[in-house]
Every structure is written in structure tokens, then in C-alpha cells.
């Protein structure tokens, strides 16, 4: 005889273990077109690419890591140097430095992070959000096929700041 509290007990955990299953993060779907909001809210890459071009910081640090299902060689944090548009020096947040194998793909200025938006925004899960003093891409988050296993991949950057 089975008792009763079993089945139930099943199934709650059976639904846990298929949540588990998702990305590591909540990844809600959203649209890659939103428009602008009533208040002015940086919210769609285009608005984002204005709002930096209108900043006009050419020379700039900041921190980005990786969100992945990857080694964790490959997640950072990595510091960035941008002088002049140009990425100089890409470390690990300890300083040390970083095989260059292991920032292949990785966006590394503020022209590269939109880049990055751009080629995701139409996969199947997508969000993004942006600095709404500055425009810069602050997470990003894709996922091009939902009901597939380990293929999600995000950025997150922190830490930004504005260089003489």
C-alpha cells in the first residue's frame, strides 16, 4: 500500500528538479524591440547607442564576467581598459593576466558590448539592460534555444568608470 503523502511528494519534487533544469538565473523572454518609455528610460539598444554617443566617453574602465554553463577559467571577473575606443589591458580582477583564448568572444569595449546585444537580440530568450545615465550594456542575456541544455550564455558588467 502506498501512502498517501507519496505521490505528492513526487511530484513536488519532480517540479523542482525540472526548475533546476532552466538557466541560472531567471530568464524571462522579452522583446528586443521595446521602445522608450514615458519617462525616458534607456530601454532598446538603439537608445542605448544614443545615450552613449550623447556620454562621449571615449577612455574608460570596467569589470564584465561571463554567465555560462563553461569553465570557470573562462567566467572572470576580467578587468577592462578602454583608452580611446581601444581595449589596452584585459586582467583577471586579481591582476593577473588572462590567456587571450579565454576572452575570445568576450565583448571588451562599449562598441563590442553592443555588438554583442545586437547578435542575440532575436535568439529565442533574450533580455538585456543598460546604464540609463551612460546607454553602456550592463547584462546581457541569451538563450537560442530554450529547451536545449547548457547553450545559454550572458555578461554582466560592473564596475564602470569614466578615465581621464
Known sequence: MQHPNTSWFAAALLSVALAACGSPA???TTS???????DGEVDSLDEARLA??????PSYDFTISRQC????SYIGPFTVQVR????????????????????DQLP????????????????????ATY????GLPLTVWSDPIPEA???ELGIEVSAFTAAP
Open 26 to 28: 531567471a530568464s524571462p
Open 32 to 38: 528586443p524591440t521595446a521602445s522608450a518609455t514615458i
Open 52 to 57: 552613449w554617443a550623447n556620454a562621449g566617453i
Open 69 to 72: 554553463f563553461c569553465m570557470e
Open 84 to 103: 580611446d575606443g581601444l581595449s589596452t589591458v584585459t586582467r583577471r580582477s586579481d591582476g593577473s593576466e588572462v590567456d587571450p583564448l579565454i576572452l
Open 108 to 127: 571588451l569595449s562599449a562598441e563590442e558590448l553592443f555588438a554583442f546585444v545586437e547578435e542575440r537580440q532575436e535568439q529565442a530568450s533574450f533580455r
Open 131 to 134: 546604464d540609463q545615465a551612460t
Open 149 to 151: 541544455a547548457d547553450d
